[in-house]
């Protein structure tokens, strides 16, 4: 029987700078605050700061404000009180990058995200991953494979995107986001994994 909760659970929902993926995430946070979650935004370096082709820094801010209600967390000291202070009850990385990924598998929390993650690892909450990187069947390979093995990682399902054109990419289809962080909340990886 499913343990009924009457107060709000809370996902800290980091994105990091696969730029081109960020139109298809962003529904996500809307589809999760439908579904009763409240949403604490957390950008890495790159997306809090970078203006790209697909949008500005300053855009994808406010419109996480206007998503969540609240100001996304951008450094050190924000996200390393997550954890200890239950703040959160799992964590979504989306997109995460081949660099995020790499950062994770190795256990090194120098940005704001992967400190973020450790936080939440520390009391055995989940980490949901959506990898989007275009060297994922190469070299983010091992650090993929390290992740699947690692208790309290969970996968959004994942598969090629381009098999001609980039036979190396990866991307997580997004619309899975909600439930496999539902999933990730019984301890549950979310079924086919591979696309």
Known sequence: ??????????????????????AAV????????????AVLPLLSASAAALDTRFGTAAQ????????TGREP????????PLGPQKLADAMVIAPCTGTTLALLAR??????????????LRGGRPIVLAPSTNDGLAGSA?????????????????G????????????????L????????????QLQPLLL
């Open 107 to 120: 256990g090194i929390s120098g940005t704001a995200v992967t400190l973020a993650a450790k936080s939440l």
């Open 73 to 80: 967390l951008t450094s050190l000291q924000q996200a390393e």
């Open 142 to 158: 091992p650090n993929l494979a390290s992740l699947l093995q690692r208790k309290h990682f969970y996968f959004v399902p994942f």
């Open 1 to 22: 029987m499913m343990n009924e909760r009457t107060e709000t659970r809370t996902v800290v929902f980091a994105m990091c700078g696969s730029f081109c993926s960020f």
């Open 26 to 37: 962003l529904p996500q946070i809307r589809e999760l605050r439908r579904r009763g979650w």
């Open 160 to 175: 090629q995107d381009d098999c001609y054109k980039k036979p190396a990419s990866l991307k997580s289809d997004f619309t």
């Open 60 to 67: 994808l801010r406010r419109t996480l404000r206007e998503l």
């Open 177 to 188: 986001l909600p439930d496999t962080l539902e999933s990730a909340m019984r301890g549950v």
